[in-house]
């Protein structure tokens, strides 16, 4: 079964980036199954997508953060990973990796999580 | 952007209750949309997709309905372990778009 564990410092001064890793197990990234996404999720607040990748490198970034935003993927390593630039403390957030479906019946639809990482904005 | 309205934002119900959340897309998304369950500290957890299909292993209580631009995500029988916040997600275009949330609460 997929498994998806994301990585990376917790806490991140303003202005600097963020950086996380997404490990996949239990599968291959490089797999015509899946997009590889990212979200996040202010405290108390809603999740918010912010892109996906396929193993190809194909990507695809919410307008709202396109300009800050670079996801990557590493198919030696089996993992992807996310680059937010310039953060502020609005960018204080659980961040989850996710697999988007490409299967006929449910293309599209986020069908596993991670377990999240917190990523603190320190001004 | 595609802009999923969800209702109420939270409700108070009790064990054995009937309870229906609602999201409204602003245009239309066919069945392009999951529903899913999110505790306090984990990941949120699908439930439905395609609008109506019943993910496996989730209780027959959970139903869901609708398509064009409104959905609906009916808890037949509140149990004790189905406090916590519901959300939708549209997937028929990018970006991704979530409803606000809906918080069900213990009366």
């Known amino acids: 079964q997929l498994q998806l564990q994301e990585s990376g410092p917790g806490l991140v001064k303003s202005s600097e980036t963020l950086s996380l890793t997404c490990i996949v197990s239990?599968?291959?990234?490089?797999?015509?199954?899946?997009?590889w996404d990212w979200i996040r999720q202010p405290p108390g607040k809603g999740p918010e997508w912010i892109g996906s990748?396929?193993?190809?490198?194909?990507?695809y970034y919410n307008p709202s953060l396109q300009s800050r935003v670079t996801i990557s993927v590493d198919t030696s390593k089996n993992q992807f990973s996310l680059k937010l630039s310039s953060v502020t403390v609005a960018d204080t957030a659980v961040y989850f990796c996710?697999?988007?479906?490409?299967?006929?019946?449910?293309?599209?639809?986020?069908?596993?999580w991670g377990q999240g990482t917190l990523a603190t904005v320190s001004s | 952007d595609i802009q999923m309205t969800q209702s109420p934002s939270s409700l108070s119900a009790s064990v054995r209750d009937r309870v229906t959340i609602t999201c409204r897309a602003s245009?239309?998304?066919?069945?392009?949309l999951g529903w899913y369950q999110q505790k306090p500290g984990k990941a949120p957890k699908r439930l439905i997709y395609?609008?109506?299909s019943l993910q496996s292993g989730v209780p027959s209580r959970f139903s869901g309905s609708g398509s064009g631009t409104e959905f609906t995500l009916t808890i037949s029988s509140l149990q004790p372990e189905d406090f916590a916040t519901y959300y939708c997600?549209?997937?028929?275009?990018?970006?991704?778009?979530f409803g606000q949330g809906t918080m069900v609460e213990i009366k």
């Open positions: 245009q239309d998304i066919r069945n392009d």
């Open positions: 990748i396929f193993y190809s490198g194909i990507t």
């Open positions: 239990g599968g291959s990234i490089i797999s015509s199954s899946y997009y």
């Open positions: 996710a697999t988007q479906s490409t299967l006929d019946d449910d293309y599209g639809a986020i069908d596993n």
């Open positions: 997600l549209q997937h028929n275009s990018y970006p991704l778009t």
């Open positions: 395609a609008a109506s």
